[in-house]
């Protein structure tokens, strides 16, 4: 147990890659899971894995964004180094994460 706990402090997020493969796999199951049945509808456990995933994903890669966004928000934005380009970085990490796990 003691291992674990140094091993969280000397790497708070874990590596992303596994996750990421995942990610990209249930976006994968869900786009042929809707393409083979033509509806959706047929497919809410897929879809529910992908959407899952990347949120996961994002979640875990736009941290630090994240918790930029979230001090500036706290303090109503009057923080010296809170402005468009804060959220215009969470934006863009999320964008660029989601296009990427859900791309084909």
Do not use: I, W
Request: glycine share 6%; with cysteine; charged share 25%.
């Amino acid at each position: 147990q003691g291992v674990a706990c140094v091993s969280s402090l000397l790497h708070p997020h874990p590596p992303t890659m596994a996750p990421v493969v995942d990610a990209k796999r249930d976006a994968k199951a869900f786009l042929a899971c809707k393409d083979s049945k033509g509806d959706v509808a047929q497919c809410t456990q897929e879809l529910t894995k992908a959407v899952n995933g990347a949120g996961d994903v994002v979640r875990r890669e736009c941290y630090g964004q994240a918790e930029d966004f979230q001090k500036c928000f706290v303090h109503r934005f009057a923080l010296s180094t809170c402005g468009d380009d804060t959220v215009n970085k969470l934006l863009s990490c999320q964008q660029r994460l989601t296009q990427y796990v859900l791309k084909p």
